[in-house]
């Protein structure tokens, strides 16, 4: 698989970043489901109108009940997400092709996996969960979930990396190029169907035994969860480490009104909606509950930090700057704008950051901190699910009683070292050079010298392949690395640049899609 070869120019890193970046298509769609599930299914709750009896109103409740429907079938549906965004994601070029036949791939699989049942006779007539079968686009199969779309995706890609500029005979010519790759990606999900009838079941086993192993390191296993997790970000990657615990039988498999449910945050949208539910998953606080302690107070405490040590001087402006990213975090969880502001000037700041993430996440397990989030873990996914859900559910309160001090072992503790080492952090530069990019960042100018910048900076319009983005940063694919200059791209606003070989990830904050259509409308990508 060419994808992951690793060749000349360290482009395993840019291999690495076009399949995490993939994965941002399916995910970005899920906060949205799990804001319309979170409030919907939480307030049509027979527990929450019992609790709060004025949303006993029939028009209101038709309402939760319409919201909690459309943000359900977005969680019951992720295999035909993951497949198609990992395709799309992945193909350099024709991605509505790709996209098309990995749901055609998918359905096919599904349907080669239903015959193969029935032929066997272990196409199960009731209790689906309890045989590890489910029901996939209104097709009864083998639960294959998120990881069935990622094989589809990928298999998907490969066929159209291969066939999609395919010239047949002229007979057939009207069957060749892009018309070609729907019609071999069908042919070849027929044969993914008949493996993974055979293949899924003990792989099954295996990730319920990853779990159980994953389960037996007990709160150690959690500390190096979120210890990794932190240290994954830098890259690009961590969406590749979290998203099977999230969506997977690695993090979990529960019964929910009749349902298996596989993967932490699915169950827990499961549950919101469940009235028999009485505490939610365990596997919450392994997995999702650390995040909050962490991005609504700890990183504050670095930002005041990095505000006391600034120089007396610059104060102002690294106020405004540190105010906005803690802001950020603070609210929506996008953590990027604080951690680029120190990851590059002071690794050490960032790997003892990553080792304080872990011990959120082990805390947050001790106690038993059951709050759910769909992408991050700031105040309104807090507010949505814990606060709304209840105590007795989520022991949401612990959240800011271990924050506070939390706070405090940031500002100390990062205070102590950039004094001690003499970090140049924001503020303290010995020009202006820092700040000035920053500021440029949080201002977020919009003029075609920006984009001339970037553009000049990744090598020239002939250098660069690829271009895409995740929630802060581009994420770039060059064919000469080293006509990269990191200088001009700082020129830009940029807060840090990552590169490996030919990949190259460019930090800008929030508003890095502005930024990406703007490059895309001059590059004509």
Request: with cysteine; net charge neutral; proline share 3%.
């Amino acid at each position: 698989m060419e994808m992951f070869a690793q060749t000349k120019g360290g482009s395993l890193f840019a291999k690495a970043q076009r399949f995490g970046k993939s994965f941002m298509l399916p995910i970005a769609v899920l906060p949205a489901a799990g804001i319309l599930l979170g409030i919907g299914g939480a307030l049509s709750n027979p527990n929450s109108i019992k609790a709060y009896p004025f949303l006993d109103i029939g028009w209101l409740q038709n309402i939760f009940a319409i919201m909690a429907a459309a943000g359900n079938v977005v969680f019951a549906n992720l295999a035909i997400l993951f497949a198609i965004g990992i395709a799309v994601g992945l193909a350099r070029s024709d991605k509505g092709t790709a996209g098309l036949s990995a749901a055609l791939a998918l359905l096919v699989m599904n349907s080669t996996i239903n015959a193969l049942l029935k032929i066997t006779g272990t196409l199960a007539e009731d209790n689906l969960a309890g045989v590890g079968q489910g029901m996939s686009l209104g097709i009864q199969t083998l639960e294959t979930g998120v990881f069935g779309g990622v094989a589809v995706g990928i298999m998907t890609y490969l066929l159209h990396a291969r066939f999609n500029k395919i010239e047949l005979p002229q007979f057939l010519g009207f069957f060749g190029g892009s018309r070609f790759v729907p019609i071999v990606t069908s042919f070849s999900a027929i044969f993914l169907g008949m493996l993974m009838f055979v293949v899924w079941p003990h792989f099954q086993q295996l990730i319920f035994g990853m779990g159980g192993l994953v389960e037996s390191t007990g709160y150690i296993g959690t500390l190096i969860y979120g210890f990794v997790l932190r240290m994954l970000g830098p890259f690009g990657l961590h969406h590749i480490f979290y998203l099977p615990f999230w969506t997977t039988a690695l993090g979990g498999a529960e019964v929910i009104q009749g349902q298996l449910v596989e993967g932490t945050q699915r169950i827990f949208f499961a549950q919101l909606g469940d009235p028999n539910t009485s505490q939610y998953y365990i596997g919450i606080s392994r997995f999702m509950s650390g995040r909050f302690i962490t991005m609504m107070f700890g990183l504050l405490g670095a930002c005041l930090a990095m505000y006391h040590t600034a120089k007396p001087e610059k104060k102002k402006l690294v106020g405004g700057l540190l105010l906005s990213a803690g802001l950020t975090s603070f609210l929506t969880g996008i953590t990027e704008p604080i951690e680029f502001s120190f990851l590059f000037v002071a690794p050490m700041l960032y790997v003892l950051h990553a080792f304080f993430d872990g011990c959120a996440f082990m805390l947050a397990h001790i106690l038993q901190i059951t709050v759910g989030q769909t992408f991050s873990g700031g105040c309104i996914d807090l507010i949505l699910f814990g606060i709304l859900q209840g105590n007795d559910k989520t022991n949401w309160m612990y959240i800011p009683m271990v924050g506070i001090p939390w706070f405090f072992l940031y500002y100390f503790s990062f205070k102590y070292l950039i004094l001690k080492f003499d970090f140049k952090t924001l503020g303290r530069e010995d020009d202006d050079e820092t700040v000035e990019s920053a500021e440029a960042s949080v201002v977020g100018d919009k003029d075609a010298k920006r984009t001339d910048l970037i553009i000049k900076g990744l090598g020239g319009q002939a250098n660069i392949v690829e271009l895409d983005c995740c929630a802060t940063r581009l994420r770039v694919t060059v064919k000469d690395g080293s006509l990269v200059s990191e200088r001009m791209l700082k020129e830009s606003g940029c807060r840090g640049v990552l590169q490996s070989g030919t990949g190259v990830q460019v930090i800008y904050g929030p508003q890095v899609t502005v930024i990406k259509n703007e490059l895309e409308e001059v590059l004509s990508f």
